[in-house]
Structure formats: structure tokens, C-alpha cells
């Protein structure tokens, strides 16, 4: 049996003991009871030992069924234990008890096939009530626990639409582990009676409490417990309801944060009132306002004298050619098609009914101000975002390995470009992140060439492909000291989940803006500024970048966020949002941003698309801590497996934090999220401390010992032998991206076949003769010890640069001037280049340059080609680059194009 230290999470701790629960007992079934072996027996019990700590937090199969099944155990009732254990493990693997009753006795009347829900047609599970579980917290006895639940049974009726089962605990620490730990509670009662400390002691569960910021109460009075639960719940689960039952007065009650808290009741025991509040906050979330407008619409007899043939499917059901359409996709999704906006649809547009309402939702789900949906991706969100808030002229300090979109919505937007370099990491073919000191370097140079007051944003990716997350507070917070009104854009393409994670919550944009526009607003904050204040008077740029920076009570929170929301959340693709949480959003950003979405929107959005953000929107609400934490549980898996496999170890490698993130940048000292001897690191540390964490749900491995490099191991291996895919690789890595549709079954079969792949390879080697096995040894070393040097982003050309004292570049001009063909020429790569570069002369890219992989821009246009440059280029062994010809060469500015762009520049600077 493994210990608790083998499992990452309680709940896969729980999944796991169950399953084994039932083996045991099985085993136990099959053996007459005065020949049972010792050791099965003693395996038994201290499975029992441990699910007794984990029980207690989940109504089903309840404390009462579980004090059952050891009664039939220590009463060597073992067929009947046996039967009991495999309904209750049945029902926890498939869902069933969430639509119905499951009975434990042999002799139920219940047939063992109904357990099986997957033979349910998604028609009937759609119509099946949702269930989940109410935390209930008060210290009662066994009698008064029952009275509880039977009162909240009673109050069940037909006509209601959700199904619900009581969980009952005694303490505040109990119950940060309860919504920590089942993530099937969706409404807490705190009652007065609850106290502080949990009577169970486990190491698991400490860590639950910790995550939570439970440990540190011991002085608080009793009758602050309840609101400060609230509070606290508010921080790890604030997607829940809580109803708050109190012996105060409503003066003291009044003026006190009560976190999550919906309502207020006071001393009475009305369980009907509290039924239909728990009911109705969780319709709230369950209402999905766009989606319900359509298929009532898809409903309607319609007459279509407008565009779209393909609406109610006419065009295909007439068809004769085209019917196997019709037959793939069913009728609904046609009868849903359409382009008219009335009839109790909306306008993307100009949305003032169900769009409007959804994206309303969207924004208390995401903790945004305001959030627009987008149905060609977040390349346009990028866009629309940067046009909105840039004018030409502004400066954009970009991460320069950023997401092409964000390169051409700086020539749109007209922006002066400063693109800031990642930590490069050489030996993997990739980049890092922007470093914070880089940052306020690049600010305090500009600060000191008076350039301040136009700079105007910083663009930053959170997180990265990669999996490099910043520390977000941290980065805008000293930006904020330099800059006080700095808008900052946070491309979370690939970090929409992160919101429903407590550990990943605390790096996002929104979250942060939340909590900088509170903490602002504190004495506490303003006393600590002026005091740094005074201790910075007459400092040196040296001394602030060393110093860890106050922000300004007075600067201006101006955040937003691009998300992917198709890329790790329920949407069908390019479906996209857009997060504003700007305090200058309404007075002077938000006509400028309805300009920019028009020009960028089509005015035929895809219905389908909204209908899946919205209903995307209502499954993370409910269950999205759910499936967040099975998929951060996946991926954890994979790293343990990839990581204590002796076959494995021999071609593969799991990158790690230490591999990925250098020690200046990891305070908390944590490079492994799992270690083969200590087992799991706790995340908690090194995501609240750290300059840079690595996402565990992206899990990149090293496959430069097979001899193969990334781009063939994914397509030629993983895809076309075995049919797994995978997007992102890189010289000789691939990159392994786990979501909430990721589920053990598929970790366990990427283990089957790295293993396979491993057997071969040893049999490949065995049977290689001396020449192949010299060939094989060449190939590992050229991609594991002989790697190209990534380059640094060079510079612009000066006829691209308003001055020589800082380095921001006018993009949009070199664009432009670009597409004259006077203007270009085209070197070779290894022939005219590399001889004009020998001999001196200076060489501007006129396009984009953009290898697939890293899948971004090594050249923009007008910038200088470095010799560091050219020798990347010429080492790259990838088969897509764009913007590159391999016929003509690289397109370049002419000499005499440049000589003349200077003169320009030259003389508009002088104007």
C-alpha cells in the first residue's frame, strides 16, 4: 500500500483507498473466516484506519454507513462487507449516487447493472438533477447531528431543482479542509456553535489547513470564528455560498467583512427559508442565460427570409450530396444556427440581454470589473486590448517572446517598442521569462531620459508556454513605485484554470488587481510607502532595483487579461475573454475599447461559441475547483511515474523548476515538485515567494537521450505511432499540457507507451552494430550537450529609433516602409547574409521571422541582425519558419532604403 506520501492530493488519496478497500475485502470474501491471513486482515484495518480521516468531509457514503461497514468487519462478516464496499466504491467511480440512492444490502431490490451510469444516454443524465453537498459547521452531538440532516431532507421537494445531502463538522479547521478537500460542497451554514480546532491530525490534512491560512487563530474569541471562516473561505473557495447563523446583533454584525456570506440569519432555526437561499445561490450559478436563449430559440418555428442557408438546416436536409453533414452533427447545432439578433437572441455587438447577462456572470466568475466575450480567439483580444489603450507614439515595454498577435498589434496601435529579453535556457531551446530587475531597469533608464510619461504598458505572458509564472503582485506592485498609472496586459492564453485553483488563483491578473486596489486603500499601506519613501530619498538607480518597492496609494490599478478559454476550459474553439479591472476603465478607456472590439469583431459571431463560454462560465463555477485539482492530480501523476521509473530514466527526463527557473529566482528554494526519496514538495511555499513557480500541469520532458529531437519524437513517435498528441516541442524537448478534460486512464496509457518506446530503444541498442551505436551516441550528444546559444533581442535600426538614449524602436514605420518593394531585398542565409554581415554591413530584417518551434519572432521588422542571430538561424534544424523564403532568402531593407528612412527619422525628430 503506498503511504500518504506518495499521493499529491487527499482526494486521489481517497479514490485510491477505496479501490484498494474493496481488493481487500474481496480477498476476504473468498476465504473462510478462521483461515484469513493475518496480514490481509491487518491491511484491512489500516485502510479502514485512514479512511476514517477522510470520511467525515463527504456525505456519501456518510459516517453512519461507514461505522457499519467495520462493525461487518470486526463481526467477520466479510461477503456482506464485500458486497457493501463494492456498491460504494462503484457508485463513488461512476457518479451514481448523485442521482440516486444506493443501498448496501444484499438483499436490496436494487440490480447491480443500474450502477453502471456510463449506460446512461447524455440525454437522461441531462435531465437527472444536479446534486451537490452543504457544509453544515457546529459542534453537535451524534442526536443533534441527525436531528440536523433529517431537517434538511425534510425540506426537499418535488419541484426543486437541484439535490443536496447535509456535511456536518464540528470546527472552523474542519471546514477549510471540507471545501478544500470535496469538491462537491457548494453552500456552507456556519453555525454558532462551531469551535476552532480539528480533532483529526494528519499530515495531509495539516496542508489543507495551511493553504487555507488556518493555522494562526489561537487568539481569536469564539464568536469571531464565524465571520472569519467566511473570510477565509472566501480566499480558497470564493466561487461558494455561505449562510452565516448568529447570536449577535445586527449593529455588531454589520460592520464586519463577512467574506462569502450571501445572508445573515439570526438565531432561528428556519430551515425552509435556508433551503430555498442554498437553492437559489446555486441557480445563480447554474443560470446560463446565451446558452438557454438558444435552445429556446432552436425550439421556435421559424421562416428564414434572411442569410444563412444553413439555418434550421434547410440547405442540408434538402440536400442530395451533402446529408452525411446532417448525420454527423445532428440536427440541433443547425437548428441553433442563425444571424438574427432578436427573438430573445442578442448582439455581440451592442449586447443588451442574454450576452450582456452572460458576460456579467463571467465577470463575478473571473473577479473582473467587466468581461467581453470573443469568438476568433485571443490573437483579436490582444489586438483589441492594445488598440484600445495605445497611441502611436506610447511606449509598450513586451516581453519579446510573446505571442505574435501582440508584435502586430503593436504596428497597429502605432506603439514605440521595447522589447525586454527572457533568462534563456540554452541547454533546452527555449526562454524563460522577463526577470522583475529587467523591468524596472528598462522604467528607471526611461524615468531618467524623461520618456516616463509616455510609456504606457507592460505587456507580460502569464504563463508563459512554458509554464513560467510570474509573481504577479510582485512585478506590478514595483512597477507601479516607478510608474504610477502603468496599465499592465496579462496574455493568460494558457491560465483561464488558473482562477479555480487556490495555489494558482493568487498569480492572476484579476485576483491581484483585487487585492492591490484594497490594500492601497489601507493605513497600514500608506505608512509603509512613506517610510520607504524617506529611506529612497536621494537613492540610486542601484539601490531600487535592489530594493523590493512600495507602489503609491495613490497609483491607479489599470489591469487587464487575455484568456484562451477554449485552450483549458470548456469552449468550442477561439472561444476567448477578455478581463478589464481598471479603475480609468469608465472615464477614459471604455469608448476607445467599443471602437476597438467593433473594428476587430465580425459581425457575425458564431452562436455556438458564446452558448459554450457561457455554459464554460457555469461549469467552472460549480465544479471547476473539481476538475482543476484532478488535472494539476494528473499531472503530478505523470511527473512521479516519468520521474521513479529505472526504464524511463535511462532517455527521459521531467524538467523541474531547478531545470527551468535559476536559483536567484526561487526564494522559497523548492526545484522539484516530487523527489523519489521525500516524495511531494508542498507548492504553497514557493507560489507565495518565488519570482517564477513552473505551472505542474505542463510537464516538459527531455527527450534528447532517445537521439531524437522534439519536433520528430512528436509527429513521427507520439502522433503517427501511437496517436498522441501534443503541441509545443523544442530542440530536443516536448511538452506534455494537461487540462480539466485530462484523466488518469490517459496518463497511465502515456506511461505504457514512453515505456514501449524505451524497451525499443534498449532493443535497438543491444542488436546495433558498432557504426549505429556511434551514430546513436553522436545524436544524444548533439542534442543534449551541443546546443546553439539562444540570442538576445539585438536592437532597431537608428533609422527606426527616435534617439540612441533608450532602446524602443518604432515598429509600425519598418512595417510599413516594408511593403515597397524598392525598399527589399532578399539575402541567402548562408551565402549573401552571412558575406554582408562579414564584411561589416550593417543588416535590418524587413519581416517577421518566427521558427515554429520556439513559435515567435527571433526578427521584427527593422531590427538589426546580430551575428548571434544569424548563428541561430543557421543551426536551427526545424522545418517551419515563416516569413522565411527558403527559395529567395531573408527579406531585408536595402542600404539605401535605410540611409534614406534615417534621413526621415532624422528630420521628423528635429520638427
Not at 31 to 43: F, Y
Not at 286 to 299: D, I
Not at 443 to 453: F, N
Not at 725 to 739: D, G, Y
Request: proline share 5%.
Amino acid at each position: 500500500m503506498h503511504s500518504v506520501s506518495d499521493y499529491y492530493s487527499a482526494i486521489q488519496l481517497r479514490a485510491d483507498r477505496w479501490s484498494a478497500l474493496r481488493e481487500v475485502t474481496a480477498a476476504l470474501a473468498r476465504g473462510a473466516p478462521t483461515l484469513i491471513p493475518a496480514k490481509q486482515k491487518a491491511r484491512a484495518e489500516d485502510l479502514f484506519e485512514s479512511l476514517a480521516l477522510i470520511e467525515p468531509y463527504w456525505a456519501f457514503p456518510g459516517m453512519g454507513a461507514f461505522d457499519h461497514l467495520r462493525r461487518q468487519f470486526n463481526h467477520n462478516a466479510f461477503e456482506d462487507l464485500s458486497f457493501s464496499v463494492h456498491r460504494i466504491t462503484r457508485a463513488l467511480t461512476t457518479g451514481a449516487y448523485r442521482r440516486r440512492h444506493i443501498p448496501l444490502e444484499r438483499d436490496s431490490s436494487d440490480k447491480e447493472e443500474h450502477d453502471d451510469e456510463a449506460l446512461l444516454s447524455p440525454e437522461a443524465r441531462a435531465m437527472a438533477k444536479p446534486y451537490f453537498e452543504v457544509l453544515i459547521v457546529d459542534n453537535v452531538s451524534e442526536q443533534q447531528e441527525r436531528w440536523l440532516k433529517s431537517n434538511v431532507t425534510n425540506m426537499r421537494r418535488p419541484e426543486d431543482p437541484f439535490i443536496y445531502e447535509a456535511v456536518v463538522v464540528p470546527s472552523l479547521e474542519d471546514a477549510l479542509i471540507a471545501v478544500l478537500f470535496n469538491h462537491n460542497i457548494q453552500a456552507i451554514v456556519v453555525r454558532p456553535g462551531l469551535v476552532l480546532k480539528s480533532g483529526s491530525h494528519n499530515e495531509i490534512l495539516a496542508k489543507y489547513i495551511n493553504q487555507a491560512g488556518g493555522a494562526a487563530l489561537d487568539d481569536m474569541p469564539p464568536e469571531d470564528y464565524g465571520p472569519e471562516l467566511c473570510r477565509l473561505i472566501s480566499r480558497v473557495r470564493p466561487e461558494l455560498d455561505a449562510y452565516l447563523v448568529t447570536e449577535r446583533s445586527v449593529e455588531d454584525i454589520a460592520g464586519l467583512d463577512l467574506g462569502i456570506c450571501r445572508r445573515v440569519f439570526y438565531n432561528q432555526e428556519d430551515f425552509m427559508e435556508l433551503h430555498l437561499n442554498i437553492l437559489r445561490g446555486v441557480a445563480a450559478r447554474n443560470k446560463t442565460p446565451f446558452f438557454t436563449a438558444l435552445v429556446n430559440y432552436s425550439k421556435q418555428p421559424t421562416g428564414v427570409f434572411h442569410a444563412m442557408p444553413i439555418s434550421r438546416g434547410k440547405s442540408i436536409t434538402r440536400s442530395h450530396w451533402i446529408q452525411d453533414m446532417g448525420a454527423f452533427y445532428g440536427p440541433n447545432i443547425f437548428l441553433a444556427e442563425t444571424s438574427a439578433t432578436s427573438g430573445g437572441l442578442d448582439s455581440l455587438l451592442e449586447p443588451h440581454g442574454p450576452i450582456k447577462e452572460a458576460q456579467e456572470l463571467a465577470s463575478r466568475a473571473f473577479g473582473s470589473k467587466q468581461t467581453f466575450f470573443a469568438t476568433n480567439g485571443t490573437s483579436t483580444c490582444n489586438k483589441i486590448v492594445v488598440q484600445a489603450l495605445v497611441r502611436p507614439g506610447d511606449i509598450v515595454l513586451v516581453d519579446r517572446d510573446c505571442h505574435k498577435s501582440h508584435h502586430y498589434g503593436m504596428v497597429l496601435a502605432g506603439a514605440e517598442v521595447l522589447y525586454l529579453d527572457s533568462y534563456p535556457l540554452n541547454q533546452y531551446s527555449m526562454y524563460g521569462a522577463v526577470p522583475l530587475r529587467e523591468i524596472k531597469h528598462q522604467l528607471l533608464a526611461l524615468k531618467a531620459a524623461g520618456k516616463l510619461g509616455r510609456v504606457r504598458m507592460l505587456l507580460l505572458t502569464n504563463c508563459t508556454f512554458d509554464g513560467l509564472v510570474y509573481n504577479v503582485e510582485k512585478v506590478m506592485e514595483e512597477c507601479l513605485a516607478i510608474k504610477p498609472d502603468l496599465v499592465f496586459l496579462w496574455d493568460e492564453a494558457w491560465f483561464a484554470f488558473a482562477r479555480f485553483s487556490p495555489t494558482y488563483r493568487q498569480r492572476t491578473a484579476m485576483r491581484t488587481a483585487n487585492n492591490l486596489r484594497k490594500r492601497l486603500r489601507t493605513e497600514d499601506h500608506k505608512a509603509a510607502y512613506d517610510a520607504q519613501q524617506s529611506q529612497l530619498a536621494g537613492a540610486s538607480d542601484e539601490e531600487w532595483l535592489n530594493t523590493r518597492l512600495i507602489a503609491p496609494p495613490n497609483a491607479r490599478v489599470r489591469v487587464y487579461a487575455t484568456q484562451s478559454t477554449h485552450k483549458t476550459l470548456t469552449s468550442l474553439r477561439q472561444g476567448s475573454m477578455i478581463h478589464v479591472n481598471d479603475q480609468d476603465f469608465k472615464g477614459e478607456v471604455e469608448q476607445s475599447f467599443h471602437e476597438a472590439y467593433m473594428t476587430h469583431t465580425s459581425t457575425s459571431p458564431n452562436y455556438q461559441i458564446i452558448a459554450s463560454l457561457d455554459v464554460g462560465r457555469r461549469q467552472v463555477e460549480l465544479e471547476g475547483f473539481e476538475f482543476v485539482q484532478r488535472q494539476i492530480e494528473a499531472a503530478m501523476s505523470m511527473r512521479r511515474a516519468i520521474s521513479s521509473h529505472p526504464l524511463l530514466q535511462k532517455y527521459f527526463r521531467v524538467l523541474t523548476a531547478g531545470d527551468m527557473i535559476p536559483e536567484e529566482y526561487r526564494q522559497s528554494g523548492v526545484t522539484s515538485y516530487y523527489d523519489n526519496q521525500q516524495g511531494w514538495t508542498d507548492m504553497w511555499d514557493c507560489w507565495e515567494q518565488d519570482d517564477f513557480v513552473l505551472d505542474a500541469t505542463r510537464v516538459t520532458l527531455a527527450v534528447g537521450g532517445t537521439g531524437w529531437d522534439g519536433d520528430t519524437f512528436k509527429t513521427q513517435v507520439l502522433m503517427d505511432k501511437y496517436g498522441i498528441q501534443i503541441n509545443k516541442t523544442s530542440r530536443n524537448s516536448v511538452l506534455f499540457m494537461t487540462n480539466i478534460g485530462t484523466t488518469r486512464s490517459s496518463v497511465a496509457y502515456l506511461i505504457e507507451v514512453l515505456v514501449e518506446i524505451a524497451k525499443e530503444l534498449d532493443d535497438l541498442l543491444d542488436d546495433a552494430s558498432r557504426m549505429e551505436r556511434l551514430s546513436f551516441d553522436r545524436r544524444v550528444k548533439n542534442l543534449t550537450e551541443n546546443y546553439p546559444p539562444l540570442p538576445d533581442f539585438s536592437r532597431f535600426h537608428d533609422a527606426f529609433r527616435p534617439d540612441r538614449v533608450t532602446p524602443e524602436g518604432d515598429i509600425r514605420t519598418a512595417y510599413y516602409a516594408s511593403h515597397d518593394e524598392a525598399n527589399c531585398d532578399y539575402l541567402e542565409l548562408n551565402g549573401s547574409l552571412k558575406q554582408a554581415m562579414d564584411a561589416g554591413q550593417e543588416v535590418v530584417s524587413a519581416a517577421f521571422i518566427i521558427p515554429y518551434p520556439p513559435g515567435f519572432p527571433i526578427l521584427v521588422p527593422g531590427q538589426v541582425i546580430s551575428q548571434e542571430i544569424l548563428a541561430f538561424m543557421r543551426a536551427l534544424d526545424v522545418n517551419e519558419i515563416h516569413g522565411y523564403r527558403p527559395d529567395l532568402g531573408l527579406r531585408v531593407f536595402t542600404p539605401d532604403a535605410l540611409e534614406r528612412l534615417q534621413r526621415k527619422n532624422l528630420k521628423t525628430a528635429a520638427e
